[in-house]
């Protein structure tokens, strides 16, 4: 069965740090794996990760992929209160049914 | 642009009863998507459809039924509710089922069944 795991699953930190989130998988056909963003509504997407070793950054944000050993990790440098969310990691299984399989995240608060 | 909408955001229903929610989206996807969010739980797919005029189940697919109505608007039906069924829907499109991109997220529904 597909699986994906995320750690911690909740994390306090004090604006100015840095965090590290982390996604571990298991699934049949990896294609991709997702990093979404959810405050209080909607998921938004932040990155998608295709190739081991690459990393994708946005402002304080970067994330990297190693299809070696089946993770993928999110930094935050700088963290700010307003990136108090919840983290979703989610893979991309190319055979059966084509689907988004989530973790179930890492609830971040960032404490002024 | 709106991108998905889902109606209603909120709704109460007693155990038994039956209720339909819709959701469109303007960004002329082929794929739409039903989740559902409980605590500790992440997102799991309920229903799919690749393309219009297809349906397919996903993980967690009991006590619910689909319609794709046309490419924009895909519907989610419990004909019975249970209080099991009380969660937060999401309806989700992308460009196309297997290419493995971005989900794009409707805003939720909040489904309280007594």
């Known amino acids: 069965e597909d699986k994906v795991v995320q750690s911690p699953l909740s994390l306090v930190v004090h604006e100015g740090d840095t965090v590290t989130l982390n996604c571990s998988y298991e699934?049949?056909?990896?294609?991709?794996l997702l990093w979404y963003k959810q405050e209080k509504k909607a998921p938004t997407f932040l990155f998608m990760l295709?190739?081991?070793?690459i990393e994708k950054k946005s402002g304080r944000l970067s994330s990297i992929l190693d299809k070696k050993e089946l993770f993928s990790i999110l930094n935050i440098t700088a963290t700010q209160t307003g990136d108090s969310a919840i983290y979703l990691c989610?893979?991309?299984?190319?055979?059966?049914?084509?689907?988004?399989?989530f973790g179930k995240g890492t609830k971040l608060t960032v404490n002024p | 642009n709106a991108g998905v909408t889902q109606t209603p955001k909120f709704q109460v229903l007693k155990t038994g009863q039956s209720m339909t929610l819709q959701c469109a989206q303007d960004m002329n996807h082929n794929s739409m998507y039903w989740y559902r969010q409980d605590p500790g739980m992440g997102l799991r797919l309920i229903y799919y459809?690749?393309?219009?005029?297809?349906?397919d189940k996903g993980e967690v697919p009991n006590g619910y039924n689909v319609s794709r109505l046309n490419k924009r608007e895909f519907s989610l039906r419990l004909e019975s509710a249970a209080p099991s069924q009380t969660s937060v829907y999401f309806c989700?499109?992308?460009?196309?089922?297997?290419?493995?991109?971005?989900?794009?997220f409707g805003e939720g529904s909040r489904l309280t069944v007594l």
């Open positions: 459809s690749a393309s219009e005029g297809t349906t």
């Open positions: 989700a499109s992308s460009e196309m089922v297997g290419v493995a991109g971005e989900l794009f």
């Open positions: 295709t190739s081991s070793g």
């Open positions: 989610a893979v991309f299984n190319q055979g059966g049914s084509e689907k988004l399989v």
């Open positions: 699934v049949t056909n990896f294609r991709s």
